[in-house]
C-alpha cells in the first residue's frame, strides 16, 4: 500500500513560485513513475511533471521552463517548483505515485503489476 500526501499549497502571488512535496509512506513495493498533476473544476485532471524511477523527467507545455520536478528515493518524496505563476495555474495539485509490490520465492525477487496511487491533493490559488 502506498499512500502519498502532499503539502505546500495556498495562496500564491501573480509572478511568484511555490515548491509543493509529497512523501509517499511505501513499504515492500517499488516506486515508479512519480509525478504531479492538478485539476479544475469542470476539466479533467492534467499532467504538470512526472519523473521516472531512472530520472526521465517530462513537463506539460504550460510548465516546461519555469518548472523542476525531483525524487528523493531515499525519502520516497516527489517536490515540484513553480515559478512565474500566472492565474491558470490556481488548481487542485494531486500528487501520483506508480508502484509494484515486491515479492520473494525462495532467492527469486519479483515485482507485481504496477498500481497507481493518488493523493488527496492541494489548492493553489493564484491572486491577482
Known amino acids: 500500500q502506498v499512500v502519498p500526501v502532499e503539502s505546500g499549497g495556498g495562496l500564491v502571488q501573480f509572478g511568484g513560485s511555490l515548491r509543493l512535496s509529497c512523501a509517499a509512506s511505501?513499504?515492500?513495493?517499488?516506486?515508479?513513475?512519480m509525478g504531479w498533476y492538478r485539476q479544475v473544476p469542470g476539466k479533467e485532471r492534467e499532467l504538470v511533471a512526472d519523473i521516472t524511477a531512472d530520472g526521465r523527467k517530462t513537463y506539460a507545455p504550460s510548465a516546461a521552463g519555469r518548472s523542476s520536478i525531483f525524487r528523493d528515493d531515499t525519502k520516497n518524496t516527489v517536490d515540484l517548483q513553480m515559478s512565474s505563476l500566472n492565474s491558470a495555474d490556481t488548481a487542485v495539485y494531486y500528487c501520483?505515485?506508480?508502484?509494484?509490490?515486491?515479492?520473494?520465492?525462495?532467492?527469486?525477487?519479483?515485482?507485481?503489476?504496477?498500481?497507481?496511487?493518488w493523493g488527496q491533493g492541494t489548492q493553489v490559488t493564484v491572486s491577482p
Open positions: 511505501a513499504s515492500g513495493v517499488s516506486l515508479k513513475t
Open positions: 501520483k505515485v506508480d508502484a509494484a509490490t515486491v515479492g520473494r520465492k525462495g532467492w527469486t525477487r519479483y515485482e507485481s503489476d504496477i498500481k497507481t496511487y
